[in-house]
């Protein structure tokens, strides 16, 4: 169990899992800081998963498909800022409304397409590539880990290090910042608030749509209906509990991936019900979102 | 007559029907200070906001005799007209710099910020107008003063000519009013023109080159500061004479109502924001927190009424420790609360006045849960008149003034027979003609022999009303005093800011 726990392949395998939750938490991450709430990057992720493998299959090409799932991220994110922003609608109803349509256009994307409601194994998509550095992947535990990933992997990395540019040494970054900070404030310097916001959600978009692309085309090579299986939620409670920084919002992501693979795994080391194993990353969501309330409690108060 | 700017037939009226401003003119010539005086609700800020573009208005504004259209703030800008209002339009998570020049950043092709650059120019501005502020503090942590001094520089650095200040001195000690008098002077000499929007006479007659006065939305007369007296003006601004003193004979201390002893309360980041307190209430007489905001009175006031139950120390009440109880069972005892915020925890602004006069005792008032709603309305209808509230029953307490909506508060709180009264900042925002009513009733009240705390920043209500006066700051009492005459305002300030301290006798 120990050994289990401290092997290069628990390490290698929760960061693994925890890349789709990433990418969900810097989903979350740029739409919060702007002050619109998407709770949709679990739908966005499962209709981007679909319709990139899908032309991964059908154009041969994983850049392609890659492309597809984040445009697609985007087209569902625009959907939320058109009801939220245009239509005035409350942002977290709507996300609600579109995580139900994701899960249903999800699999009728697949039905009309191939003709089967359940996974798209038949027509396999051409996998995101990983990126191997001879030599340097030899260096023990590390090699592996930096040197030798999907593609996705070093995405992710540059995606960190591009939200932290972003939001601390550009003029849009300042501008999401106030939009989520102090709206009013925002508006009376000329700001466009709600144009901000649309922004931030395209930028959210496209986090998804590659969230969702890592499941079907590189963890595995086709779309399974569910296979988000809540990674798009517990990408904005890792995110909640990374408080709003690009960093911290990965080292919690990596831990929910942890979790996540230890659920999974485990079943192999550990003479456990797999049923309860399977509520493992769920449990650690809603105990870590207490924490997460109980702190900003705490802070509130003093 | 071509000054500065030109206000022509300003009319503005409020899609409730409310007529803000009716066909005013004004002129502000180039280099003054003018001051804006008007009782609340008299149309001073809405003219204001109409130059500013903050609100539309039918009229015409002229700029140095050209004719100009001015549809939003952005507009004003480019015209270099800049307004700091009088709560803050700053972003609390930004720092001073970040604040002052947000919405016009410098940066590069590629939208990336040059911080250096904007630190030195932050600096630059802050030495050339003697204002000095740390430019890398978050705002949200800043003073109040502190952050004024952000507002202004923020409307400076965007090039503005003209500043319009909201009432700017209502969030300041008398040091902080007289540093930023001399700012002000400053800016003027620096060519800048300067309106201030005020209803502090003594503060017109110190600063200002000219007065408007406004009343009822309508521009009642314009005059040199040379020309006129306190009293004129604010007969002008009220429409009769008023008495400016509050006429009260010596008081007459009963027993202690209520004895706060050794009262600590833990604060924002871990410190103290009450640290070992003690003084009491004594029937029969008005004893006055007075200090600069957040130096503990709001967390004493919340303690005392329930509303904070974290706290070491004592508070006992007509003799019982009110530790622990519930703010019904305090109020029970005697309590009433008039609270500093009269939109968030005053009253409900979505209910009717009737609602909010009745919402203490409406439980006392009913049958098998029924209201008796002939008799509760009738005693209501009563308060309406006797405090000269401008309103209807059944009218929404949020369609009504800052002076009349607290105008219910305190018939609410003060009808309901108690024993001691804590009022919290009760005439803030609130015009001379009620601040007159409310101060002759927390004086009757007192005659009456009630206890009476009287929580307040504004330093005119203070001396007239006080008999005695304990002074926070860092929260602890820095002063009692117990002969109000025989301090001034220098000196009160100077145990505000903690410069000074009293040899305090608890008790």
Known sequence: ???????????????????????????????????????????????????????????????????????????????????????????????????????GLSVYVLYAVLGVKGDSSAAAAVAIPKISIPVLRDIPVIGKLLFDQSVLFYVAIL????????????????????TGFNPAVAESVGIRTRVVKVKALIICGVFAGLGGAFLSMSYLQYFSAGMVAGRGFIGIAAEAMGLGSPWRTAFFSLLFGAVDYFSVGAQTVLTFPYELLNTLPYLMTIAALVIYAVINKNKKEK | ???????????????????????????????????????????????????????????????????????????????????????????????????IFFGIEEKNALGVLKKKEMIRRAEELCEKYDMHVDLTARAA????????????????ARGAQLLILDEPTAVLTPQETEQLFGQLRLLKKSGYTIIIITHKLKEIMALCDRVTIMRQGENVGVYNISDVSEAEISRLMVGRDVQMKVDKEKAQPGEALLTVTDLTVRGKGGRNAVSGVSFSAHRGEILCIAGVEGNGQREVVRSVCGLNRKYTGEIRFGGVNVAGMKIRKIRKLGLSHIPEDRMTTGCNTAASICDNLIALDYAENSRLGFLKTKKLRERSCGQIADYGIKGTLNQKIGMLS???????????????????????????????????TIHKRIVAMRDAGKAVILVSADLAEVFSLA?????????????????????????????MLGLERMEVQHG
């Open chain 2, 1 to 99: 007559m071509s000054g500065y700017i030109e206000m022509r037939g300003i009319t503005k009226v409020y899609p409730s029907g409310v007529v803000a401003n009716k066909n005013v003119n004004l002129s502000i010539e180039k280099g003054e200070i003018h001051a804006i005086a008007g009782e609340n609700g008299a149309g001073k800020s809405t003219i204001m906001k109409v130059l500013y573009g903050a609100e539309k208005a039918d009229g015409e504004i002229f700029l140095d005799g050209r004719k100009v259209s001015i549809n939003s703030p952005r507009a004003a800008g480019a015209l270099g007209i800049g307004m700091v209002y009088q709560h803050f339009m700053l972003v609390g998570q930004f720092t001073a710099w970040e604040n």
């Open chain 1, 159 to 178: 995606a960190a290090i591009f939200l932290s540019f972003l939001l601390r040494r550009t003029k849009l970054g300042t501008e999401i910042k106030a």
């Open chain 2, 467 to 495: 008999d005695r006066i304990i002074v926070f700051h860092d929260g602890e009492i820095t002063a009692d005093i117990t002969d109000v005459s025989s301090v001034d305002e220098v000196q009160l300030g100077r145990y």
């Open chain 2, 402 to 436: 800052g002076g009349n909506m607290q105008k219910v508060v305190v018939a609410r709180e003060l009808d309901s027979d108690p024993a001691l009264i804590v009022a919290d900042q009760p005439t803030r925002g609130v015009d001379i003609g009620a601040i007159e």
């Open chain 2, 141 to 156: 942590d800043v003073s109040a003063s502190t952050a004024q001094k952000i507002e202004i520089l923020t409307v400076l």
């Open chain 1, 1 to 103: 169990m120990i050994g289990f726990i401290f092997s290069e392949d628990f390490l290698l395998s929760s960061v693994m899992f925890a890349l789709p939750i990433v990418f969900a938490a810097f989903a979350a991450l740029i739409s919060n800081r702007a002050g619109i709430v998407n709770i949709n990057i679990e739908g966005s992720m499962s209709v981007a998963a679909v319709c990139g493998t899908l032309v991964s299959h059908f154009t041969n090409s994983w850049v392609l498909g890659l492309l597809t799932a984040a445009a697609v991220g985007v087209l569902m994110s625009l959907l939320l800022a058109l009801a939220a922003l245009r239509l005035r609608t409350d942002s977290f109803l709507s996300g609600i409304a579109l995580n139900t349509l994701a899960t």
